[in-house]
């Protein structure tokens, strides 16, 4: 019974707990968050919705299978998540939501904070044309100067609008904007976080932001206030973070070109470069794995020396982690989009564990506690469909974890094959440095003495012409019969367009037990180019077995031999 | 059974122990239950969440229940079968309301009837659907047509709506439950 009870959860480890097709969700992994936000030790699911475009984008919070509650954002958000912000009772997180160049804090589904990034002082020359108050054409035509002088992306965002502009409008946004300081605002382009000082589940995090403007920022939960503030050598596109703020932490950031950096300790360090762009990145204590657009799961250490690699049967689209502490098991989901939809994989380092599929591609995934249940794993498909899978109880994903690793996967474990130094190789080393004048000069005379002998045979062979000859004739042979009387059928074509060689025959060694050739010797008539000379003779097989015979076209010397492989011939005559 | 210990159950001589188990998913209620049957004296005031089990007597109609309060925490969920073979009924209780769960529940329950130790047996099911109080509360036709229950066929089953924090529905359920134990002990 308990066999059966685990083959049958092998088969299909999840329950469908919940899906709703038509919940017409558009979100990302980084806008979708597991939080207990209420406080009641019943976990909701909080994400970002982006609309159809039309539409206001909202935050929408689902208390198990229904929508709980509706946040409506002016911004579209780059990332959401739920910390706790202090350690007041009852415990309850704040949601954290970065949009542009601003962090809201939401507590109790209410506008609770707003942090915004400190701003830069715009480029002087720039502050300067907008105080001057000059005509809206010369203005423009400045600042596009100026853009093409320090970049566009460099402009504030009131310039960069003002160029972006149609013409009949850039009057009235001046006027409007006139009074306004020139300042530029970077913007967030990624969010994530780690625990403060304790690493329990309910204690205070701290937010990491990476931003437009090279520079990752790491925020006080408390006060919101800039706790540290480093230059990073990207603009991030992805985040990964581990660890605690006050004792140890690594930031693992992804470049849009595809350069992963750490930053660790103040410092960051390249660790890789990935030939193609990645879709989503997982930090792990030693190790992150990355799912690259190529098509491929992989995992490198944190040092950057590449771990693994694996082929996905798709186009990946999200990665999530999937810790299973009571299987002793770390799991990466990843979801990938193929020809007939899409479907789920989850791999144990780069061993598939376990497989489903989805009628559409899912884009976004998150794997923690939902409701009351622990292991529960929440996605929204490109489709827009909301669906939440319970891990069963009993689930096992088998012991492929035991299964030993293909040693190929590890690039820095292949060990080359180099031979042993033989006795040989080792006198010779020593002969070479005791002797190395005498060498050197032999050496030299040997090269020398090569390159007079090529010399001579390409004099040679430029004089008796023969290596044009032999090149220019074109031999073809047929055997036509079954025997034991056999045609055997020449073809001859000369293919040199200006030489005409003369005094061609052709003869055959053969074994004369075997065979009888009629015409042992035939004389070959003016080979005319591009015409082909057909000759022929009659074989007659002695007895029932076959050889091969050698033809040979000479004139003075040798010229050109061909084997024919004979048949065997069926009977021989008596 | 012996001739005289029937003798005995039929002048109600010996006093009748009959042990339960109360299993269900953590946080469905199955403490608070057990502690609104138990005498008021006995009541403890304040319930936590469970941890592995705890053992709990009380008394309905005459008949002493030693009931085996399992946690329903995933990972104490395991101990479950360890208990089915020594049990003389079994009381399983859902939380309506926790209508993502209702298939977890499903799976427990198909686990359960199908464990050789309650496969083959004469063994009563009290179902309660708890928390009938709160708002998106299922009714318990709602629930028993999730758990399949139609498909119960081979065992006396009973389903009652609930709510365990006043004590509604909790009477009906368990005066059902003590007729079919003492049915089966005749
Ligand atoms: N509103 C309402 N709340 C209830 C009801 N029954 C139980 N609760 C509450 O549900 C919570 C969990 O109850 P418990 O009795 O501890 O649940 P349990 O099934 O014993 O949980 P574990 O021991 O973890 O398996 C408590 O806060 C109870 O007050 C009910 O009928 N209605
Ligand atoms: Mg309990």
Redesign the interface.
């Known amino acids: ?1 308990a066999s059966l ?1 685990i083959s049958l959860s092998m088969q299909q480890p999840w ?4 899906s709703d097709p038509k919940a017409e969700i558009r979100t990302f992994s980084s806008c979708l968050t597991l939080g207990d936000l209420n406080g009641d ?1 019943e976990y909701k699911l909080i994400l970002a919705d982006l609309g159809s475009g039309s539409g206001h984008v909202k935050l929408k919070v689902y208390k ?3 929508l709980s509650s509706e946040i409506v954002l002016l911004d579209f958000p780059s990332a959401v998540v739920s910390i706790y912000t202090d350690t007041n009772e009852p415990r309850i997180p704040g949601l954290a939501v970065s949009c542009g160049c601003h962090v809201l804090v939401y507590r109790n589904c209410r506008p609770y904070f707003k942090f915004c990034m400190p701003s830069i002082e715009a480029s002087s020359l720039e502050a300067d044309l907008w105080r001057q108050k000059s005509q809206t054409t010369q203005m423009v035509r400045l600042l596009q100067e100026l853009a093409d002088e320090i970049g566009y992306s460099n402009l504030s965002a009131p310039s960069q609008t003002l160029l972006a502009l149609e013409p009949n409008m850039r009057d009235e946004f001046l006027n409007k904007n006139r009074h306004h300081l020139i300042k530029k605002q970077t913007v967030i382009t990624c969010m994530t976080a780690i625990k403060k000082s304790l690493s329990d589940e309910k204690s205070v995090s701290c937010i990491i932001l990476a931003t437009e403007n090279y520079q990752v920022f790491i925020l006080d939960p408390e006060a919101f206030v800039i706790m540290d503030k480093f230059p990073v050598p990207c603009v991030a596109s992805m985040i990964s973070a581990l660890g605690l703020y006050a004792v140890d932490y690594r930031v693992l950031l992804a470049s849009r070109a595809g350069k992963i950096f750490l930053l660790k300790a103040g410092v960051t360090v390249p660790v890789a470069h990935l030939a193609s762009h990645p879709v989503g990145l997982i930090l792990h204590t030693l190790s992150f794995t990355i799912a690259t657009m190529n098509g491929n799961l992989q995992s490198y250490s944190t040092k950057g020396i590449k771990q693994w690699s694996t082929t996905l049967p798709g186009a990946p689209v999200d990665v999530c982690c999937v810790p299973l502490q ?1 299987l002793a098991l770390n799991l990466v989901a990843v979801s990938v989009s193929t020809d007939s939809g899409g479907s789920i994989l989850l791999y144990s380092g780069p061993q598939l564990m376990h497989s489903f599929n989805t009628p559409t591609p899912v884009s976004a995934l998150v794997f923690g506690r ?6 529960a794993l929440c996605s929204v498909t490109t489709g827009g469909a909301l669906s ?1 899978k ?1 891990l ?3 689930a096992n994903f088998g012991n492929g974890e035991k299964a030993p690793m293909i040693s190929g996967s590890q690039p820095h474990n292949i060990k080359l094959l180099v031979p042993k130094k033989t006795r040989l190789f080792v006198e010779q080393t020593l002969r070479e440095r005791d002797q190395c004048r005498e060498m050197h000069n032999w050496f030299q005379k040997a090269w020398l003495d090569l390159g007079v002998s090529v010399s001579e045979a390409y004099l040679n062979g430029l004089r008796s012409t023969s290596v044009c000859e032999r090149e220019s004739l074109k031999l073809t042979a047929q055997v036509l019969g079954l025997g034991p009387r056999l045609k055997i059928q020449l073809f001859l074509e000369n293919l040199a367009p200006d030489y005409v060689p003369a005094g061609l025959a052709v003869t055959f060694l053969y074994d004369p037990k075997l065979y009888t050739i009629h015409k042992t010797y035939i004389p070959v008539p003016m080979l005319v180019p591009g015409l082909t000379v057909s000759l022929e003779t009659l074989v007659t097989c002695e007895l029932g077995v076959a050889s091969p015979l050698q033809v040979l076209v000479f004139a003075s010397r040798l010229l050109l031999t061909a084997v024919i492989n004979m048949p065997p011939a069926t009977a021989t005559l008596v | 059974m012996g001739l005289f210990d029937k003798l005995s159950n039929f002048l109600g001589l010996k006093k009748k122990e009959v042990k339960v188990l109360v299993v269900g998913l953590n946080n469905s209620g199955k403490s608070t239950i057990i502690n609104h049957l138990k005498s008021d004296d006995e009541k403890s005031t304040e319930i936590v969440p469970t941890i592995g089990l705890s053992v709990e007597k009380f008394k309905n109609q005459k008949v002493y229940f030693t009931a085996l309060d399992m946690s329903g925490q995933g990972r104490y969920r395991d101990l479950w079968e360890h208990y089915y073979k020594e049990c003389e009924g079994i009381i399983f209780v859902i939380d309506s309301s926790d209508r993502l769960r209702l298939a977890v529940a499903k799976e427990e329950l198909d686990m359960l009837i199908q464990h050789p130790d309650v496969a083959g047996r004469f063994v009563p099911l009290l179902f309660f659907a708890n928390k009938m109080d709160l708002r998106d509360a299922l009714s318990s036709v709602k629930v028993a047509a999730a758990l399949g229950l139609e498909k119960l066929q081979d065992k006396p089953w009973h389903i009652c709506s609930s709510n365990a924090v006043t004590g509604e529905g909790l009477q009906e359920g368990v005066h059902w439950f003590t007729q079919q134990v003492c049915e089966s002990m005749r």
Do not use: C, F, P
């Open positions: 019974m009870r329950i469908d707990a919940y030790n198990g299978t229904s009571g939902y409701g009351q249940e622990e292991h939440v319970l069963k109880r009993t």
